[in-house]
């Protein structure tokens, strides 16, 4: 879509009362691993303020949302600090990447745009570049690390007076629910400080935070049980990644010097984007019909996934490739003692299952079910302690090839992002839309924000490959 969206004020945003004095955060390894940002769009096609103060002239109404914005940005940011921080390379701990908490603040950015939020299409999760430019994108260089915004947002005022709130954080700075979490508190903050309205803002839960990283940094520290781990093949996501990587590298050896197609046809061509929804019917449907006892959404569409995606990447004659599910798993309470409540960091591990192409197209999926339940309950302190000492050792080199044979699952479930109230009033978010994340193959699982028990699942699919992999997804659900 060619429209323009045109930047009208950008705002330095500081804490309200600032952290004195300035201080270093050490990061954990899980928090160095991606110090981008991820991006989120917040569309609100009718703002309660608009409904509520229709005396409000247009440009006062956006004066009111943004001002609101920025005010109860300036609230959040006092307890959130880390936010108004920047990264920093540390000498004094071998270069390695830290939070320096200094009160530089966020960046807020006012736009506006004469397109309409329906033009956008009946769908709103579904990727189109144009999203691209509701976002404020500071630049990455990782030479001038400390001159990058960690929390950027932009308000865009639509045609039709409707609002996206585009916001990007640092992945070194939070992960999922410690981000939701972020955002509950400046909703509330910001819906306070707008007009006021009939009803509050959603809660944002628990008040404390905690941005002490040292229950995790500290973990090569800790002996479990006597015995020290230190092997990265204790770890068994480590160990898969390793094979997996070896794997391709010995494909690509054998075919070294074939010409017939090209590395972006072997590829599948360019990753796109796409959203399927799935309502709660259709998951109870696909549990009904593969398995025989009680087991969790999560875990029917995660195995249901990765038969998908493989059958679809690597084709149904494939037998012998090693393939590999990874997802994500919460390990606050995982760890002993837990960590501290309202811990805000990096808390997230990769449980792991490989098996060959297939085996995996032979198994039924109440086997993958619980090979899966089998590797949630492998995340162990040991793991966990294995886990980050091998990161430890990839220190400067943590990126993450593209693998057809790897499919990686994260859970945002237990985030409602859809419940954000920035504008105040009793209205949810229209639509909550992820950009392309940094490891943009992840295929992430939200809560559908019209069917409660239902599933968002968000991935990145190579283009050559969308068909084959809708089919054989959405096939067994309709």
Known sequence: MAAVVSIIKTDRVLPKKSLLPPKIITLSN???????????????????AAADH??????????????????????TLEAWYPAA?????????????????????????????EVKISELGDDLSQYDEFLEKLVYKPVFDVDCLSQ??????????????????GIGTSHSLFDGPSTFRFLSAWASAAAAASPPSSTQPMSSGSS????????????????????????????????????????????????????????????GGSLVLKTYHLGSAMIDKLRRNNVFGGISSFEIVAAHLWKARTKALLGPNNKTTMVCLQFAVDIRNKLTPPLPAGFTGNAFVLASVATTAGELQQST??????????????????????????????????????????T???????????????????RDVDCAC?????????????????????????????????????????????
């Open 54 to 75: 229709h005396h409000l002239q247009r440009a006062d109404l956006q004066d009111s949302v943004y001002g609101g914005l920025k005010s109860g940005l300036e609230e």
């Open 434 to 478: 992820p950009l392309l994340t940094p490891v943009p193959q992840v295929a992430y699982f939200m809560q559908s924000p019209v069917d409660a028990k239902g599933i968002d699942v968000r991935i990145g699919v190579p283009a050559g490959d969308v068909e084959a992999f809708t089919a054989d997804f959405m096939a067994a659900m309709v």
């Open 408 to 426: 990686l699952v994260s859970d945002w479930t237990r985030m409602p992002f859809h419940k954000l109230r920035f504008l105040g009033g009793d």
């Open 208 to 267: 404390i935070v905690d941005h002490d990283r040292r229950s995790l940094t500290s973990l090569g520290c800790v002996d479990y049980n006597g015995e020290k781990r230190t092997k990265a093949a204790d770890a068994a996501a480590i160990d898969h990644l390793y094979r997996l990587i070896h794997q391709q590298q010995a494909a690509a050896a054998a075919a070294k010097g074939d010409d017939d197609d090209d590395d972006d046809q072997k590829n």
């Open 365 to 406: 999926h109440q086997s993958v079910v619980d090979r899966i339940r089998l590797a949630k309950a492998s995340i162990t302190p040991a793991y966990v302690e294995s886990y980050m000492a091998a990161l430890d050792r990839q220190h400067g080199n943590s990126s993450l090839p593209p693998l057809r044979e790897l």
């Open 85 to 113: 921080g920047r990264l920093c390379v540390d000498p004094e701990d071998g270069n390695r990447l830290n939070l320096w908490c200094n009160n530089e603040g966020g960046v807020l950015v006012e736009a506006v745009t």
């Open 30 to 48: 899980l928090d160095r691993q991606c110090p981008t940002h991820m991006y989120l769009i917040l569309f609100y096609k009718q703002p309660a």
């Open 148 to 165: 990058m915004p960690l929390l950027v947002a932009q308000v865009t005022r639509f045609g039709c007076g409707g609002y996206s709130i």
